[in-house]
Nanobody
Framework: QVQLVESGGGLVQAGGSLRLSCAASGRAFSRYAMGWFRQAPGKEREFVAM????????YYSDFVKGRFTVSRDNAKNTVYLQMNTLKPEDTAVYYCAAGSSTVVVGEGADYWGKGTLVTVSS
């Protein structure tokens, strides 16, 4: 089993920034595509961003493109989500996910973290 642990969530005012981290266990981390999803109160979980398992390809949802940046450090088995210009509608529990390819992650992923709460005040 691959375990994913998110951190970095918290309370921030609109227009501010946060950086989320996802630490992964497992020696095959570099072989996995890594993604971020979020779930706001009363809404279903939705895709946020993703980093491919190879080639450095990045994918973003339309509502965060230009504000959020996903990156990874394979030496540290960690993927990051830099969130800038945060809006109240970004308030949600953010989840880290992993899969053998970007297609796998996009369709549901193989592994999930427990989430970290991001609250953006107006």
């Amino acid at each position: 089993q691959v375990q994913l642990v998110e951190s970095g969530g918290g309370l921030v005012q609109a227009g501010g920034s946060l950086r989320l981290s996802c630490a992964a266990s497992g020696r095959a981390f570099s072989r996995y595509a890594m993604g971020w999803f979020r779930q706001a109160p009363g809404k279903e979980r939705e895709f946020v961003a993703m980093h491919s398992e190879s080639g450095g390809r990045l994918y973003y949802s339309d509502f965060v493109k230009g504000r959020f940046t996903v990156s990874r450090d394979n030496a540290k088995n960690t993927v990051y989500l830099q969130m800038n210009t945060l809006k109240p509608e970004d308030t949600a529990v953010y989840y880290c996910a992993a899969g053998s390819s970007t297609v796998v992650v996009g369709e549901g992923a193989d592994y999930w973290g427990k989430g970290t709460l991001v609250t953006v005040s107006s």
